[in-house]
């Protein structure tokens, strides 16, 4: 049964085409892919930040090939992604930040509409292709303010143009695994995670990383929204989602799991971010934060998601609360402030996470 096959066995040798494989996210899944042995054949801008996660743990040399290109550009798309001939795409690939998309409303629906567009166009455009993942975002939803998190049968909706975007880019995916992939034979999956922390992450506008800096700089954490409670939850729980739906994608049952899955923490763990402010500071000398009370943007004030579906259909499960989460995350900082051999802690930390290296996560 597909399910029981070890994750390393699984993907020893197979072609993997990942987008966004400079990111944050996409730099930890390209990490832990190569660890397995897949064939990751990356395709995505220069590294979004300096520093970049992609450079301090070497990916460049540790994955078979990178394509620096734009996935607004749809002819550079098609040409990697049939050089590449994967059988497996994971697209991570996107402007990923909510603040930004109020400055930037065209470009982050270009990139995350326009370049889910071209990316399954791409697969279109290559026969190799059996699963496609594409990674979106707890956002997606129709948010009520309510205090229930959202299932996967929930509205689709998005107040501001990052959230928006994410839901067209929902609707794209379900248009083209209806209309083209699944009479292809290509079955085609999204999924929607919660708000992710871990080491290497150095984007603005993040609560963890804005904490960071403040520490390195000696300064203040500067806070917007105290009370906006998320789903936060390590950057190796989504990922393991992500590689345990593409292996079931894969299987002789490939067919029922062509949907869209959440994966949340536990409730327990969507927490207010003065919670998140207050726990850092704890375990960081020296440490403060402040409430910025000045107008801003709007954004959701409470947001949870249900992931019932993949624990129940999947095997799937958190495996670290939040505290664990944000201790893995202080570690693997003050690691990389030591000039520690970061290689070597990050897969520390995945091994960590996934001793048996099974699918069940």
């Known amino acids: 049964m597909e399910s029981l096959v070890s994750r390393d066995r699984f993907w020893r040798g197979r072609r993997v085409f990942l987008t966004g494989h400079t990111g944050f996210k996409g730099s930890w899944l390209a990490l832990w892919l190569s660890e397995l042995g897949a064939d990751v054949h990356g395709y995505a801008l220069q590294p979004p930040t300096a520093p970049a996660l992609f450079d301090v743990l070497g990916l460049q040399e540790r994955i078979a090939a990178t394509t620096i290109a734009d996935i607004r550009d749809g002819d550079a798309f098609v040409s990697a992604m049939r050089q590449a001939r994967p059988e497996v795409v994971f697209h991570l690939a996107a402007q990923p930040l909510v603040r930004h998309s109020y400055d930037a409303p065209v470009e982050t629906f270009a990139v995350n509409v326009t370049g889910t567009v ?12 059996r699963a496609v993942v594409n990674v979106t975002t707890d956002k997606c939803y129709l948010n009520r303010e309510w205090v229930w998190p959202y299932r996967e049968n929930e509205p689709l909706g998005g107040h501001d143009p990052y959230s928006a975007s994410k839901a067209c880019s929902e609707l794209v995916t379900a248009s083209y695994r209806r209309s083209f992939l699944a009479s292809a034979g290509v079955r085609v999956a999204s999924a929607r995670a919660g708000n992710v922390i871990g080491g290497g992450d150095w984007a603005a506008d993040r609560l963890v990383p804005d904490f960071l ?25 989504p990922l393991a989602g992500y590689l345990n739906l593409a292996q079931r994608l894969l299987g002789d049952d490939g067919d029922a799991f062509a949907e869209a899955w959440n994966f949340g923490p536990d409730d327990a763990d969507a927490r207010p971010v003065r919670w998140i402010a207050d726990y850092l500071c704890r375990e960081t000398p020296g440490a403060r934060w402040q409430h910025d009370g000045s107008r801003q943007p709007h954004e959701a004030g409470v947001l949870k998601l249900d992931s019932s579906k993949a624990k129940s259909r ?34 520390e930390q995945i091994a960590g996470y996934d001793p048996a290296g099974d699918v069940a996560g």
């Open 118 to 129: 071209n990316l399954l166009e791409a697969v279109r455009a290559t026969d190799t292709v």
């Open 213 to 237: 800096r403040a520490i390195d700089s000696g300064g203040t954490l500067v806070i917007r929204a105290p009370d906006a409670t998320r789903p936060w939850q390590h950057v190796l729980e």
């Open 314 to 347: 999947l095997g799937w499960k958190p495996r670290w609360g939040l505290e664990d989460a944000l201790a893995s995350t202080l570690a693997w900082h003050r690691a990389w402030r030591a000039d520690a051999d970061m290689v070597a802690f990050s897969l």
